[in-house]
């Protein structure tokens, strides 16, 4: 999966643009590798601009006619009810909802097109998330339940098929990532596909000594790392935003299976 940002304030500064760019570097994501793009306009930072819905649907459903159009796959980043709904009139392939389908108006939207989703883990709001309690008894118990628990009531309401992503550094500890990390086999005997969006994040930056940040080059190195260690752990889907050098660690993860299940 590859990002594609039509926000003017992603802290990945060169995923983000304008819509004169926007088909181009599409098309150039899916030529590098991304089998779907991840098209979002709203950051989950505390200090992100705020956009109107209308402001955000003028940016994501422009991105996703152009994109669809050229037979590529196309997810939608929003936890808004209106913008998804938007979304899925313009062509969307699958919703992608980083608050965890805690509305009833977004698992409306999913059913009523039959659409696929993707419930990820996060406790409190996005771009509040810092101010609820981040403390965790047994992180992985917490992450593991929540996403059975949820992806069934999405999955008995009636949406489409559900990815599950764990939520790699929204509100967590570096420990508690790894102890994500360490705990995938897990998320991935809930049988269904499991989707990581660890690109550029700050835990990376504290497992190379570096204070939380997203701005050091080194995380190109490390989002590779990282993301070809979960594939090999089996993981279906990978958000990053630098699809070519991902893309090439992953194709070595599969020739190595491949080569395996022959012999």
Sequence with gaps: MGILNVSNDS???ESIFREEKILDRAIQLHSEGADIIDIG???TSSLAEQLSTSE???RVCTA???ISKEGILTSIDTWNPQVAEAAVSAGVHLLNDVSGFRKNEMIAVAVKNSTPVCVMHMRGEPRKHYDVDQEYYDINHEVTT???NKALELENAGTGQVWIDPGFEFGKSVLDNVKMFDDLKNLLILDRPVL???SRKGFLAELLGYQKRQDIPELLDATLAFNVLCAFEGVHIVRVHDV???NSGITIVNGIRELLAEN
């Design 56 to 58: 955000e649907i003028d």
């Design 41 to 43: 306009a709203v950051s």
């Design 64 to 66: 996703i006619s152009q």
């Design 11 to 13: 802290p990945i500064h």
């Design 146 to 148: 929540f996403l059975e």
């Design 244 to 246: 070519k050098t991902v």
């Design 196 to 198: 990581i969006s660890a």
